[in-house]
């Protein structure tokens, strides 16, 4: 065997997953396909500070922190009223993707996770009569030149994103392609009117249906401004956003994007079943992430953790069973499924609000001083408790039976 246990994708799951095994004594390979990893970077890159501490990454350097001081949001409906969720302390901090998937690998290089870059894998299969995974792949330089190799493992696991072709070879389902929404995002510079302190989340159809847009501020005058949208066209529809939309139109009239970003979020398409004989699936790849923000740093990264400390007792145990494997889809809805159900409901229901039904969800925020209940409750990472505390709010109730007309299915 080449290994004990090999991971496909070096993203900020895929390394957490090689640390959480190797600090417990395993031998780990991860191969990824890009030569450099976290580039191109395809995130905003915002992150709780709780949820960096339950990964453990209290202390990141420097260099890979863009703004550390995010104590609030600012939520808008269509028509641009506003409320504002805040801290006395920073929340939040933004970091630059790239930078933070390149930390993480040095920290696992540093207690001997072995990378292999520039490696793209097209296949994986379990020799049941070997009982190891053989892992296929291809040297992404030698352009027509693909000399499939084989790498074997005992165990491993596939952490390598959304839209994960290598979850289709187990006999696991992948995520639907309807649960990917299209996100597009520019670093965009000399914005005005920023308060560093908070992000802006803008709600409507216009622009963003089914999801949001969002201004996250790197200083007093960058920001990254982006959205996701379940329609196509997120290209154009930032472009209205930022050039027509009458509440932030004027404070892009001097901006100039600095650099462009795209990818896939994923909403409501957690995968049931991770694992099976001799591998799990983890991060992107199964869907963890929050469905209220498509957010999967942190809940695919506490996902990673677990699937790291199952693979390496599997190894420790010498048993790569899909029974004894299941232990890791166990442990991760013990920890995380209550938050993720409650988030799926909740993006369930807001996904159906017209803009009308939008307007009068702010308004019931607004006159009933909700936003102080999210105050004293709300948190970035686990929102089951808020959520369920502001769905059981008697104003709220009474807000689902008035917009009840205004739901589009
Ligand atoms: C526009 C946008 C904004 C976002 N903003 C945020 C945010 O602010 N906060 C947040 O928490 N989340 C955010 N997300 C979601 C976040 O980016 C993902 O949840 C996170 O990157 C998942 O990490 P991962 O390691 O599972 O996958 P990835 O980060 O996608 O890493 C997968 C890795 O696998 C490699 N790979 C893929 N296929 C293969 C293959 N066949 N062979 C070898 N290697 C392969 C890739 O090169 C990559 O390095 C955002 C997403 C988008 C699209």
């Known amino acids: 065997m080449d290994s004990e246990l090999t991971i496909i994708g070096a993203g900020p799951v895929g390394s957490l997953a090689a640390y959480s095994a190797a600090s417990n004594g395993s031998d780990v390979t991860v191969l990824d396909q890009r ?70 690998v040095e920290r696992s290089e540093k207690i001997g996770v072995n990378y292999l870059k520039g490696r793209k894998v097209s296949n994986i299969s379990f020799d049941k009569k070997r009982k190891h995974v053989n892992i296929n ?22 952490a390598n994103g959304a839209r994960s072709s290598l979850v289709e070879k187990t006999n696991c389902k992948a995520v639907p392609q309807t649960r990917y929404l299209s ?48 329609k196509k066209l997120s290209v154009e529809k930032l472009s209205y956003f930022m050039n ?17 970003y795209g990818g896939k979020v994923i909403i409501r398409g957690l995968l049931k079943k991770t694992s099976t004989d001799g591998l ?26 677990i699937a790291g400390q199952v693979a390496a007792e599997a190894i420790k145990e010498s048993k790569n069973n899909k029974q004894f494997m299941k232990t890791y889809d166990k442990q991760w809805k013990k ?4 938050q993720f159900r409650t988030m799926a409901v909740f993006r369930w229901l807001v996904n159906r609000l017209t803009d009308k039904a939008l307007e009068k969800a702010f308004e019931t925020v607004i006159t009933n001083d909700l936003d102080q209940l999210i105050n004293q409750k709300g948190d970035i990472d686990s929102q ?26």
Do not use: M
């Not at 027509?244 to 462009?260: A, G, I, N, Q």
């Not at 920890?335 to 209550?338: G, P, R, Y």
């Open 35 to 104: 030569k450099r990893i976290g580039h191109p970077d395809h995130c905003a890159g915002l992150i709780s500070k709780s949820g960096l501490a339950l990964l453990g990454l209290n202390d990141l350097p420097k260099k890979v922190i863009q703004n550390n001081d995010i104590q609030g949001a600012r939520f808008f409906s269509p028509s641009g009223k506003s409320f504002v969720v805040k801290r006395k302390s920073a929340q939040a901090i933004v970091v630059n993707r790239e930078l933070f998937d390149q930390f993480l």
């Open 137 to 158: 792949y291809f040297e992404v330089q030698k352009k027509n030149k693909k000399e499939i190799k084989t790498h074997s493992s005992f165990v491993s696991i596939i």
């Open 183 to 230: 996100g597009y995002q520019l670093l965009v510079e000399n914005v005005s009117d920023l308060n560093v302190n908070f992000v802006e989340l803008f709600t409507s159809n216009k622009f963003a249906p089914g999801f949001f847009a969002w201004v996250i501020p790197i200083n007093e005058t960058t920001a990254k401004v982006g959205l996701v949208s379940s």
């Open 244 to 260: 027509k939309y009458p509440p932030v139109k004027d404070r892009f009239t001097k901006s100039t994007p600095l650099e462009k």
């Open 280 to 305: 799990l699936i983890t991060g992107d790849a199964a869907g963890q992430t929050k469905d209220t923000t498509g957010g999967g740093v942190i809940t695919g990264g506490l996902a990673a953790i």
């Open 335 to 338: 920890a995380l499924l209550k």
């Open 384 to 409: 089951a408790e808020i959520l369920l505390a502001l769905l059981k709010h008697p104003e709220v109730f009474k807000l689902i039976f008035r917009v009840l007309p205004n739901l589009q299915f």
